[in-house]
């Protein structure tokens, strides 16, 4: 439930937000330290199996865990659950071929491409200041993947390759998005949250047979450091927004690529190009003005609904 006006701490919000991104970003550079050896489905089951026992002592904590895994719409479940973890397995599978900071900026065409698949598929509105703002991200996200695909004697084949698959994740990452959009009219965030670690664990070993491989006690640390830390950003994630208006939470999103950077140089000496910071720039600005956008339709709905209130 959003919160009310008593109740919200926007400074509070903002801190969990951002210690939540930094959070995700560690996780993810856990999972590209093993991406050279451990398969991505190998990767996708430790991420999902071992974020259950943070979510379980959540929930107790909270006193929810008897009411917080109840669910009305199971299938509505295995459908974000599959894109889900399509999208997580292409995204860690990406990993191993492109640095964390361009993972990072492709990965930002995720949520608009949202815009353009709830207008698809939810009959959401999508006036003209939102479909601009999601040219203008789409073409800061072709900016930052052009250089891969550019085919030319010596293109690097193998970041063409990373890239395709870290911008079909953002596809899915958006539909997976459009699920939860009808999920949040009947469950409990608590119920989403869980049954996609729960959904996607048991998906992950449908790789099996595609050639898992037995980790090192280091690969296997960081392995299981990678599912507490995904299991604690998403809480983290889910108490920001119980402490401020998503509007408000939202474009600390883009605090990634800052920490994304950081961690790149400095963990993997991966240095940024111009090109990629300029494509990331245009995504960030697209994310930033639909976000906007949003928050200044939702004051005039509100206002609107004030003046008609007897």
Request: hydrophobic content about 55%; some cysteine.
């Amino acid at each position: 439930m959003p919160p009310t006006e008593t109740q919200q701490r926007p400074l509070r919000g903002i801190a969990l937000k951002i210690c939540s991104v930094l959070v995700f970003i560690a996780m993810s550079s856990a999972i590209k330290a093993v991406s050279d050896r451990i398969p991505p489905g190998e990767a996708v089951f430790f991420r999902s199996f071992f974020a259950m026992p943070v979510i379980f002592v959540w929930l107790a904590m909270r006193h929810e865990l008897s009411t917080g895994l109840r669910t009305v719409n199971p299938f509505g479940h295995v459908w974000r659950g599959l894109m889900g973890t399509c999208a997580m397995g292409l995204g860690f599978a990406g990993l191993a071929f492109l640095p964390l900071p361009e993972v990072t900026a492709i990965g930002y065409a995720a949520p608009l491409l949202t815009v353009i698949f709830a207008a698809m598929f939810l009959g959401e509105e999508v006036r003209a200041f939102r479909v601009s703002a999601v040219a203008l991200g789409l073409v800061g996200v072709l900016i930052v993947i052009w250089p891969r695909l550019t085919l030319i004697e010596g293109a690097d084949q193998a970041g063409a390759f990373g890239a395709i698959l870290v911008l079909g994740g953002a596809v899915f990452a958006a539909l997976a998005q459009v699920f939860v959009r009808k999920l949040v009219n009947t469950e409990r965030t608590s119920a989403i949250v869980f049954w996609f670690s729960m959904t996607a664990s048991v998906l992950s070993l449908i790789t099996l047979p595609f050639g898992w491989v037995w980790p090192t006690p280091f690969e296997a640390f960081l392995l299981v450091m990678a599912g507490l830390l995904g299991g604690v950003g998403q809480i983290l994630l889910t108490s920001s927004y119980r402490e401020a208006d998503a509007s408000l939470i939202a474009p600390f999103e883009y605090a990634s690529m800052l920490f994304a950077l950081l961690i790149g140089y400095f963990v993997f000496a991966e240095v940024p190009t111009g090109t990629m910071l300029a494509g990331a720039a245009l995504v960030v600005t697209a994310g930033i003005l639909i976000i906007w956008r949003e928050r200044q339709l939702g004051l005039r709905r509100a206002r609107q609904r004030k003046a008609m209130t007897p």
